[in-house]
C-alpha cells in the first residue's frame, strides 16, 4: 500500500472538516441541508453557497487523485452536489404555478418561496408571511447550476427538467425592474417588508443570465432539445441598470458588503474595470472592521440596542445602531478569494491573517467560522465614542456554513489544490479583460424594384426583399413571436416565455430553422402603432443610435448584423418621389465605413451569412411548434393588404369651389391645448423680422394659394428642377371607395389667417360658455362644411368637435358614403402625417388613444436609474411615477394628467422616449437630477421657443406642437445639455414651404460676442443696470450687452426646471440637517430627524430633500433655495465643527435678506425696484446675477447669513469667513 502524499494528506483534512461542519446536516432524503440542528428550514442561497465548497473539493479531489479511494470520494462528494442541486430543483417544480403566475406580474405573492423544509421539501411559511422574493437566491442557483454542468456533473435529467430551468430564466431576466427583498431578506433596512431595487440581485442575474446561455444542461450527453436560451437584451438591460447603481446597493442602502459577491467571486458581474474598483474601495472604507465587514450601514442585526421583541425598526432608532453594527468573518474569505482572482497577493496575505485570527479552534483542531461578532452591550457607549476600539464576542451559527464553505473553498486555492480558472469553468471571471472593436453589418434592404431604382439613380445598389431568397427577412413581431414558444409545456402548465418585444441584440442575429437562415428587422422599424418613425430624420438618427448601441453592447460571437428597410411608404419618398436627402447622406456614410465614430460594414444578406452570429432555433421541437410558426409567417405575408388609401389617392378628386366662411368650430384643437408659458416671459415683445415672420406663417399654414383663379382645382407646381409635378403622392396605388376626406394642394391653407393666430373674440367667448351655447352650432352645417372643404385644419376642427360630441361611432355621410367618425380621424392621422404636420399628427394620436411601442421600456429605464417621473402640467394635474408600471396602466396615468389637452399627452410620450434614448447613451446629462418633470420640461421648451422667436406664449406652444420629432428631440437634448441653440428655417420640397430647425449656437459667434462684452468698461455696465427694463430681461436685442442680459435668469429657470443640483448636493444637506434642530424651506420642514434614519448617501434621504425643494412652484426661486442650501453647507464644511444652532434655519428667509441687502447696495431707485420684482418678490436683477465673485448671489447670500445666524464675531464685529 502506497504512502499518501502531502496533497493528499491535506485534502482529507479538508474533507474531515467538510464533513463535520457542512455534510454531516445533509438530510439523506431531500438533499438539503438546514440552517441547525434545531431549525429544520433550509434558506435557498444558504445551501448553494454551503454546497461549492463540495464541488471545489471534488475538484480537488479529481485532479490530485493518488489512489482509486481519492476517485471515490470525487465521486462521493460530486454525488452529495448533486443531491442537494436537484433538492432545491424539486422544491422549486413544486411551485411551478407560481412561476407561471410570476412571469407575468412580477408581485411578490407570486414569487417562489426562499426557504423549504429541509426534511420534505415543502414550504414552511405562507407566501406573506416572509419575504420570498429574492432574485440572487435563484440567479445564484441558475449561475452555480451552469458552472458545475460545465465542469462535468449532470444535474438535469429530463426535458419537462430543461423546460422548467428555462422559466427560472423568465423568472429572474426581469430583475433590473422588479424590486425584492434581496440578500439579507429584508428589503428596505428599516424591515417594514418593503421590497427594493437591489444592486446584488441585478448583478447575480445578470450573470446567471450570461453564463446558462446556451448551455447544454445534459452536458456531453445532450442534444439540441437540452439547451437553454436568452436573450442578449435581458442580460444587456441588467448591466445598464447595475453600472447605474453602483456602488449603491439599494434606495436604503448607500453601500453593502454583499456587493463583493457582484463584482468578484462568484458572479463576476461587472465589466467596468473602474466601476469594480470604486465599489471595492466603497466597501472597505465604509464597511470594513476588525473582526470583519458590516454587512451594510446601521444594520441593527443582533446588536445590543436592537429589540429582540420586533422585527422592524423604527425610523428614527437606526441611529443608534452606528458604529456598533455586527461584524460578518465570512467577507474576509470572499476578500481572499477576490485576492487570489485577481493575482492581488498583498490583499490576499492581508485578509488571510485576519481570517485566521476570527475563527474559533474546537478541542479536535477544527477551524470554525462564526456567523458574526457582536459588541457587548457593556462595551457599547465606548465603542460609540471610539469605533473599532473594544473587544466583540462571536454570536449567532457555529458554524455558519455558508461562510466556512467560503473558508475551505478560499484554503483549497490558496494552497494550489485549486486553479481559479477551474472554479469558474465558464470563464466568468474574464468579463472584464479588453473586448476587440466591433464592426456593424449593414444591409439596406428595399420594399421594392421602384425604391431600388431610385437609390441607384444615386449610385446606391441595393437588394430588395424578394432578391435575398433563400434567406428569408421577417418583422421583429415574428421573432417575439417564436420565442413565446421557447420552454412552453403543457404537461406542467408552463406557458413559455410572456410575449415581451424583442430587443435590438437579439434582431441583429441569423436565426437557422430547419433548413432555413432567417434575419430580421429592428422593433424601431414598426411603424403601424405611434408616429415617431414617420419623420425620416427621426428615424435615420435612431439607426445611427442603434450602431452605436451595437458597437458598445454586443458581446455574442460573430458580428451584428443591422437590417434597414427602404419601403414605399410615404416616409422615404417626398413629393418629387424622390429619396430624400438625409437618406441618401446616411447611406453615402454607411459606403465610407464609418457612422457615429462607428466602424461599419455595409454590403448584401448573403454576405454576412459567414461573419454573422448564428442562433439555432432547436427549442422548436413539437409538431404544434411548426404549426405555430407558419402560423406567425403566414400572418405576416399573407395577411390582406389594407384597404385603406396611401392618404392621397393618385386620381384627382373632383372639388367644388370650397366656400372662404370660416367654419363655426375654427381653431378648436389648438384651444384644447393647456401649455402655458411662464406670465413674465409671454408679455409684450418685440416684433420678429418680417423675414422670419413670413416663415413662421409659411410654417404653420403653408403658402396661400389662390383658388379662384383655377377654380378650385390644385395648380401643377413646378419642382426646382424645372418639372412639372403634382404634389400627390406618385406611388400608384388603386383607389379605395373608402377614401372620405378631400385632398387639395397643400391641405395647411387656412383662408388669410395662421391657424397659430388668435380666432376671433367672439368665437373664444362663445367656447367657454359651456354646453348651452354648444347646443347653437348646427351639426348638419358642420357635416356640410367637411363635404366642402380640402382645408386640413377646418377637417381636423371639424372632426374633434364631432368627436367629443358625438362619439368615434357616430355615423357620418361624406360624399354620400357613410363611415364613422372614427375612420375619419384615423384617415386624417395618416394625412397629416403625409403633409408632416406634426401638430395634427400629435392631436390625432391622442384622440385615437395611441401608445408608443417602448413605453413602458422607456420609462422603465429612466425608474430603474433611480430617476422619478412625473407627468402632466404643474401644479394641478401633475402625477408621480415611482415605480415600472404596465405599458396600459402608463397610458392611462398620461392621458388622466394631461386632461383634454391630448396634443400634450402624445408629446409625454414621445418625450419620454428621447429621455429613455439620451439616458441610455449620455446618462452624464441627468447627473444630479432626482426627478424628471415631463410637464415642466414642456414649458420650458414652450418658453425657450418663445424667447428665441420673440413670440407670444400661445404661439410659442403652437411652434413647439408643430416641431418634427427630429427637431423636438434635439430642441430637448439642447435643453438638458444647456447648450445654446439657434432656430432656423428650412424649405421643404412641398412648394416653399418653410419647417423650423434647431441647431447649435456655433461657439465662434459665442467666443466673439463674449470678448466684446469683456471688452466693454465694467463702470458703463455698472450704470446701466438702473436703466433696464424688467421686460426687456430676456430680450435678445442687436446689441451684445441685451444678448447677454438675462442669461443667469434663464439659466436658474432651466436648472430649476430640469431639477439640477450640485455635485455632492445632497450628502452636503445632511451635514446642515445634523448640525441644527431642522431647515425649513417655504413653509416645508426637514427635521433633525431625518439624519438618525438614513446615512448621508442614502438616496431615500435625497428624496426627501427633492420632495420639499419640488414645492417651490417657481423654478427660478427654487433655484436660489439650492444655492442658500450650498452657502450653508459651505459653512459646516469650514467650521471645522465648532458651530450649532439649536433653532431652525429659514432658507427662505436667507434668501429675501440677500436680496433686501443687494437692493440697498446697487442703489436701485425705488420705481424701478418695483417694477423689477420676480417670483417670491425678488428682483429680477438678482436673479439675473451670476453666483460667483464679488457681487455675486454667493456673496450675497453669505452676508444675509451672517446677518440672520449666531455666527461669532471678533471684537470688531467682524466675521470670520471661512467660506470665501
Given at each position: ?104 406580474t412580477q408581485h411578490v405573492n407570486d414569487s417562489l418561496h ?639 389667417q395662421s391657424p397659430c393666430s388668435s380666432s376671433s373674440p ?355 426661486y427654487r433655484q436660489l433655495m439650492v444655492e442658500a442650501l ?95
Amino acid at each position: 500500500m502506497r504512502n499518501r502524499s502531502n496533497s493528499g494528506v491535506r485534502l482529507d483534512y479538508y474533507q474531515r472538516l467538510l464533513n463535520k461542519t457542512i455534510l454531516k446536516y445533509q438530510n439523506p432524503v431531500t438533499g438539503l441541508l438546514p440552517a441547525s440542528e434545531e431549525n429544520s428550514h433550509a434558506w435557498v442561497r444558504d445551501n448553494v453557497y454551503a454546497v461549492l465548497s463540495v464541488w471545489a473539493l471534488a475538484l480537488a479531489y479529481r485532479k490530485t487523485a493518488d489512489l482509486d479511494e481519492d476517485r471515490a470520494k470525487a465521486y462521493e462528494l460530486e454525488q452529495s452536489v448533486v443531491k442537494l442541486m436537484r433538492g432545491l430543483l424539486r422544491c422549486m417544480m413544486s411551485q411551478v404555478e407560481k412561476l407561471e403566475r410570476f412571469k407575468h406580474t412580477q408581485h411578490v405573492n407570486d414569487s417562489l418561496h426562499a426557504k423549504y423544509c429541509s426534511k420534505t421539501g415543502k414550504t414552511v411559511v405562507g407566501d406573506q408571511a416572509w419575504g420570498h422574493l429574492q432574485i440572487d437566491a435563484t440567479s445564484l442557483y441558475i449561475l452555480s447550476l451552469a458552472q458545475m454542468t460545465a465542469s462535468g456533473l449532470q444535474i438535469i435529467f429530463t426535458l419537462d427538467e430543461v423546460s422548467f430551468v428555462q422559466n427560472l430564466i423568465f423568472y429572474i431576466e426581469t430583475a433590473y425592474r422588479t424590486p425584492d427583498y434581496g440578500i439579507w431578506e429584508r428589503g428596505d433596512k428599516t424591515n417594514h417588508g418593503l421590497p427594493e431595487l437591489n444592486s446584488s440581485s441585478i448583478g447575480m442575474a445578470k450573470a446567471a443570465l450570461e453564463a446558462i446561455n446556451e448551455l447544454d444542461l445534459f452536458g456531453a450527453r445532450g442534444g439540441p432539445l437540452s439547451v437553454v436560451h436568452v436573450l442578449p437584451d435581458e442580460a444587456q438591460q441588467c448591466q445598464a441598470i447595475l453600472l447605474s447603481m453602483l456602488p449603491r446597493e439599494s434606495n436604503s442602502k448607500e453601500i453593502d458588503a454583499a456587493l463583493l459577491t457582484v463584482i468578484s467571486f462568484p458572479a463576476f458581474a461587472v465589466d467596468d474595470g473602474e466601476k469594480v474598483e470604486e465599489t471595492r474601495d466603497s466597501i472597505v472604507t465604509k464597511l470594513e472592521g476588525k473582526y470583519g465587514f458590516c454587512r451594510f450601514l446601521r444594520d441593527g442585526y443582533k446588536t445590543a440596542r436592537e429589540d429582540p421583541n420586533r422585527l422592524h425598526y423604527e425610523p428614527w432608532e437606526l441611529q443608534v445602531f452606528e458604529r456598533i453594527e455586527c461584524q460578518w468573518p465570512m467577507f474576509f474569505a470572499l476578500f481572499v478569494l477576490d485576492g487570489l482572482f485577481n493575482g492581488r497577493e498583498e490583499q490576499v496575505k492581508k485578509y488571510s491573517e485576519k481570517l485566521d485570527s476570527v475563527m474559533i479552534k474546537t478541542d479536535e483542531g477544527i477551524h470554525l467560522l462564526p456567523e458574526l461578532y457582536a459588541v457587548h452591550k457593556e462595551m457599547v457607549e465606548q465603542e460609540y465614542k471610539t469605533p473599532n476600539s473594544q473587544k466583540r464576542e462571536a454570536i449567532g451559527r457555529l458554524p455558519h456554513r455558508w461562510g466556512q464553505s467560503l473558508y475551505i473553498i478560499s484554503k483549497l486555492v490558496q494552497e494550489g489544490f485549486l486553479s481559479p480558472g477551474e472554479l469558474d469553468p465558464l470563464n466568468r471571471r474574464l468579463v472584464s479583460e479588453p473586448k476587440p472593436d466591433i464592426v456593424v453589418q449593414v444591409v439596406i434592404l428595399a420594399e421594392d424594384e421602384f425604391i431600388q431604382s431610385k437609390l441607384w439613380e444615386h449610385g446606391i445598389k441595393v437588394q430588395t426583399m424578394e432578391e435575398v431568397r433563400p434567406l428569408q427577412v421577417f418583422p421583429a413581431s415574428v421573432l417575439t413571436q417564436i420565442y413565446s414558444l421557447l420552454g412552453r409545456n403543457k404537461k406542467m402548465g408552463l406557458t413559455g416565455r410572456p410575449k415581451n418585444e424583442i430587443g435590438l441584440l437579439a434582431t441583429s442575429k441569423l436565426y437557422t430553422y430547419r433548413d432555413q437562415i432567417l434575419a430580421f428587422i429592428p422593433q424601431t422599424a414598426d411603424e403601424h402603432q405611434f408616429y415617431l418613425p414617420k419623420d425620416t430624420l427621426l428615424k435615420l438618427d435612431m439607426f445611427a443610435n442603434d450602431v452605436g448601441f451595437l458597437s458598445s453592447y454586443w458581446g455574442s460571437l460573430g458580428r451584428p448584423l443591422l437590417i434597414f428597410p427602404v419601403s414605399t411608404n410615404l416616409n422615404y419618398l417626398d413629393v418629387g418621389h424622390n429619396p430624400p436627402g438625409a437618406l441618401i447622406g446616411t447611406i453615402k456614410k454607411l459606403q465610407s465605413g464609418y457612422i457615429a465614430g462607428t466602424r461599419v460594414h455595409l454590403g448584401n444578406l448573403a454576405d454576412f451569412v459567414t461573419t454573422s452570429c448564428i442562433t439555432k432555433l432547436s427549442f422548436l421541437r413539437d409538431p404544434s411548434h411548426s404549426e405555430e410558426v407558419k402560423h406567425f409567417v403566414g400572418d405576416i405575408f399573407n395577411r390582406i393588404p389594407d384597404t385603406r388609401p396611401r392618404l392621397l389617392s393618385s386620381s384627382r378628386i373632383k372639388t367644388r369651389p370650397r366656400s372662404h366662411s370660416k367654419s363655426s368650430v375654427h381653431g378648436i384643437v389648438r384651444r384644447s391645448r393647456s401649455i402655458q408659458v411662464d406670465p413674465a416671459q409671454a408679455k409684450e415683445r418685440v416684433p420678429s423680422p418680417p423675414s422670419l415672420q413670413e416663415s413662421l406663417k409659411k410654417f404653420e399654414r403653408g403658402i396661400t394659394v389662390d383658388r379662384e383663379q383655377s377654380g378650385g382645382v390644385p395648380i401643377p407646381t413646378t419642382s426646382a428642377h424645372g418639372r412639372s409635378h403634382d404634389v400627390e403622392f406618385p406611388i400608384q396605388r388603386p383607389h379605395s371607395p373608402n377614401l372620405h376626406l378631400k385632398g387639395s394642394l397643400h391641405p395647411l391653407h387656412y383662408s388669410h389667417q395662421s391657424p397659430c393666430s388668435s380666432s376671433s373674440p367672439q368665437l373664444f367667448h362663445f367656447f367657454h360658455q359651456g354646453t348651452k351655447q354648444e347646443s347653437i352650432i348646427n351639426v348638419d352645417e358642420l357635416v356640410e362644411q367637411l363635404n366642402n372643404t380640402e382645408v386640413l385644419h377646418e377637417q381636423a376642427d371639424i372632426i374633434h368637435y364631432l368627436y367629443l360630441h358625438k362619439g368615434p361611432d357616430w355615423e357620418i355621410t361624406i360624399d354620400g358614403k357613410k363611415c364613422y367618425i372614427k375612420e375619419l380621424l384615423v384617415e386624417l392621422y395618416e394625412k397629416a402625417g403625409h403633409w408632416k404636420h406634426w401638430g395634427l399628427v400629435r392631436h390625432t394620436a391622442g384622440l385615437l388613444k395611441k401608445r408608443v411601442e417602448e413605453l413602458a421600456l422607456a420609462a422603465t429605464d429612466l425608474l430603474v436609474r433611480q430617476k422619478q417621473l412625473s407627468v402632466g402640467l404643474p401644479p394641478d394635474r401633475e402625477r408621480v411615477i415611482m415605480r415600472p408600471l404596465p405599458p396600459d396602466e402608463l397610458a392611462k396615468i398620461i392621458f388622466d394628467a394631461c386632461g383634454e389637452d391630448l396634443s400634450t399627452a402624445s408629446l409625454t410620450q414621445e418625450l419620454l422616449i428621447y429621455l429613455a434614448m439620451f439616458i441610455r447613451t449620455e446618462p452624464k446629462l441627468f447627473n444630479e437630477m432626482l426627478r424628471l418633470r415631463v410637464g415642466l420640461i414642456i414649458q420650458v421648451m414652450a418658453s425657450e421657443l418663445a424667447r428665441t422667436l420673440k413670440c407670444t406664449g400661445d404661439e410659442a406652444s403652437e411652434h413647439l406642437m408643430n416641431l418634427s420629432p427630429f427637431e423636438m428631440k434635439t430642441l430637448l437634448h439642447h435643453i438638458l445639455s444647456g447648450k445654446e441653440f439657434v432656430i432656423s428655417t428650412e424649405h421643404t420640397n412641398v412648394e416653399d414651404e418653410c419647417r423650423l430647425s434647431v441647431s447649435t449656437k456655433k461657439v465662434g459667434e459665442e467666443a466673439t460676442e463674449f470678448a466684446r462684452l469683456s471688452r466693454k468698461p465694467h463702470a458703463k455696465m455698472q450704470k446701466s443696470i438702473h436703466h433696464i427694463d424688467p421686460n426687456d430681461l430676456e430680450k435678445d436685442d442687436e446689441g451684445v450687452e441685451s444678448d447677454r442680459q438675462g442669461q443667469w435668469l434663464r439659466r436658474r429657470r432651466l436648472d430649476g426646471a430640469l431639477n439640477r443640483v450640485p455635485v455632492g448636493f445632497y450628502p452636503r444637506v445632511w451635514k446642515v440637517l445634523k448640525m441644527c434642530h431642522g431647515l425649513v424651506i417655504e413653509g416645508q420642514h426637514l427635521p433633525h430627524s431625518l439624519t438618525r434614519e438614513m446615512t448621508p448617501g442614502e438616496f431615500k434621504f435625497a428624496l426627501h430633500v427633492e420632495m420639499v425643494l419640488n414645492r417651490i412652484p417657481q423654478p427660478e426661486y427654487r433655484q436660489l433655495m439650492v444655492e442658500a442650501l450650498m452657502v450653508l453647507t459651505l459653512l459646516t464644511e469650514n467650521d471645522n465643527s465648532k458651530l450649532s444652532f439649536s433653532t431652525l434655519i429659514y432658507v427662505d428667509k436667507i434668501v429675501q435678506t440677500a436680496n433686501a441687502i443687494y437692493l440697498k447696495d446697487q442703489k436701485i431707485p425705488s420705481d424701478v425696484m418695483e417694477h423689477s420684482k420676480g417670483a417670491a418678490g425678488i428682483s429680477l436683477h438678482f436673479y439675473d446675477t451670476a453666483p460667483s465673485g464679488r457681487f455675486g448671489t454667493m456673496s450675497y447670500l453669505c452676508r444675509a447669513l451672517a446677518t440672520i445666524l449666531p455666527i461669532p464675531v471678533d471684537k470688531d464685529a467682524n466675521v470670520d469667513c471661512a467660506v470665501s
